[in-house]
């Protein structure tokens, strides 16, 4: 059996110790559960043991557990690919989306939102290996679509989001995405950049080391999914 709660405090506290060993406070590096293919059961054990941010891929399964715990106080992220049809009601049901990689997608974003809703916190993905098949802008234009985003009404931008190739060790990939994220802060222009979104299960420990503020756990705190992915 899967222990959940059991699995969440092992997760917090692995968190806690990448943190002091890089010299970093815990409570720089916020958790964000992922709850792709796992059950509203699931769900709400994660939930009793006080986690509040969950991150989902796909808007059609997401809907469902959005609108079945509504009188909870959760913060949802949305994490995964997004397509231009798809945005009315991501801008509608979540409060951040940290996979936003076109001038299009984030100007429909930030027309879409509802205005009770607030801003949108939007990170911008970043394809930090080049590889072909991944979402995700490459490093040079980060930039420049920072610049836009940051113009938009509804949208605020809060950081960068990557999720590097499998390999070995990541390092050097989250190295390098968190030089961007403080290059790019240095200005001054973006004014709540407070977000580097990158680790997951296997690697959060050097994605902490690298100065990530938030790790993105699914398999380590719900178990395997079933389409692994
Ligand atoms: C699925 C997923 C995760 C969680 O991955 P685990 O290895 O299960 O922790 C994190 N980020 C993104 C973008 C994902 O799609």
New binding site residues.
């Given amino acids: 059996m899967i222990d959940i709660p059991a699995n969440l405090a092992h997760v917090r506290q692995r968190i806690a110790l990448a943190a002091i060993k890089a010299g970093r406070s815990p409570a720089e590096t916020s958790l964000l559960a ?1 709850s ?1 293919q796992q059950s509203l059961t699931a769900i709400r054990q994660v939930l009793d043991a006080g986690q509040r941010d969950f ?1 989902e ?1 796909y808007l059609q399964e997401a809907l469902p557990k959005i609108q079945s715990l509504g009188g909870e106080n959760i913060v949802w992220h949305f ?2 690919p997004l397509q231009s049809n798809k945005t009315r009601a991501i801008a509608e049901h979540f409060s951040w989306v940290h996979s936003v990689d076109r001038a299009k997608i984030a100007q429909r974003l930030s027309r879409q939102r509802p205005e009770n809703l607030g801003s949108l916190n939007v990170c911008l993905q970043v394809n930090i290996d080049e590889e072909d098949t991944k979402s995700g802008i490459p490093v040079a234009q980060a930039l420049p679509l920072a610049q836009l985003v940051n113009t938009l009404p509804n949208i605020r931008l809060r950081g960068l989001m990557a ?1 590097p190739r499998r390999r070995q060790d990541n390092s050097d990939a989250f190295q390098k995405m968190s030089a961007l994220f403080r290059q790019m802060g240095a200005s001054g222009e973006f004014v709540c950049w407070d977000t580097l979104s990158l680790g ?3 690697d959060l420990e050097s994605a902490i080391a690298a100065g990530s503020t938030l790790v ?5 705190i719900f178990g395997r ?1 079933k389409n692994s ?1």
């Fill in positions: 992922v792709k991150g891929n994490i995964g999720i997951m299960s296997a993105r756990v699914g398999t380590d999914r992915g």
